[in-house]
């Protein structure tokens, strides 16, 4: 197949343009319009590929996308462009808004005229695979999972716009036939993640003997995913998925935020010891939670490995060792953006957001 992804500089989005053509079967063209978590670096293994296409192109941008579609004629669409830090969605839900949603219904808009031009064999085999998130469905209790019947409850203005755009695939799909597959993950980790998230901010302010902020009380609880499992995950659903199903995706790997970053000081004791002897743990500081700030997160994703025979490879353990050895060997990645960007600076306590897009 040539699939044709939006958001291939990205953070998930990169991993899934690494897999495709480090496996050697697929063609990739990227359509990307570089905003800051964009980083074209995560791609430079893969860029001298023949298989390997970038286009700076923005969703919203119909005329932009036409010719993407015209020019390339995609077999497949893999939909993971999205603003995603739910910290920016509170200080600026605006962007949140524009890319999330009125850019997947500009994507959905071109991608069902093109689908609407093919003809016999390229029509059948068509997909459109629109990439989301389990914050979709809310906060849960101590108890249960996240199922593909879950209704959704979004709280944030990035669930929100998330949610919105789960609906809209769907109702492409179910008013003009638009064949469609919808994903909800869990929260990733790994390589070539933009500072400003949890798991790398903590990586990094450890490794310079800067505080390590924690929401609250770190009470609030996710299931975490390694990206490369991830994108593995998400080229099998391209690849054997039903169409019009939606597919979950987890790691089966719930932990406390405090007990991730707790995680994270004990292995950097081990693999970069603070030159003072003291421990990284020392390090942690609780600070004021996030407005809204969802308790629990979890995937059941018991029919997605039923139906598809997908598996995470990585358990959180091992994963979260080889995270933190990635940002210990590639300073020359992460420093430039916390340099130029202030990328570990603390957004989203509503300081400037107004309720106003």
Known sequence: MRILITGGAGFIGSAVVR?????????????????YAANLGSLSRVAASPAYTFLKADIRDVAALSEAFERHRPDA???????S???????????????????????????????????????????????????????LGPEGKFHASTAYDPRSPYSASKAAADHLVSAWHHTYGLPIFISNCSNNYGPFQFPEKLIPLMIINGLRGAALPVYGRGENVRDWLYVEDHARALLTVLERGAVGSTYLIGGDAERTNLQVVESIADLLDELAPLSNLERHRSLVSFVADRPGHDLRYAIDA??????????????FDEGLRRTVLWYLERRDWWEPLVDSQDATRRVGLGATGSGTP
């Open 85 to 139: 830090h739910v910290d920016r969605s509170i200080d600026g839900p605006g962007a949140f808004i524009e890319t999330n949603i009125v850019g997947t219904a500009t994507l959905l808009g071109v991608a069902l005229d093109y689908y609407r031009g093919l003809a016999g064999i390229r029509k059948e085999r068509f997909r459109f695979h629109h990439v989301s998130t389990d914050e979709v469905f809310g906060s």
């Open 302 to 315: 018991t029919a997605t490995t039923d139906e598809l025979g997908w598996r995470p490879n990585l358990d």
């Open 19 to 35: 897999a495709i053509i480090d496996g050697g079967e697929h063609e990739v063209v990227n359509v990307d319009s570089l905003t």
């Open 77 to 83: 669409v893999m939909h993971l462009a999205a603003e």
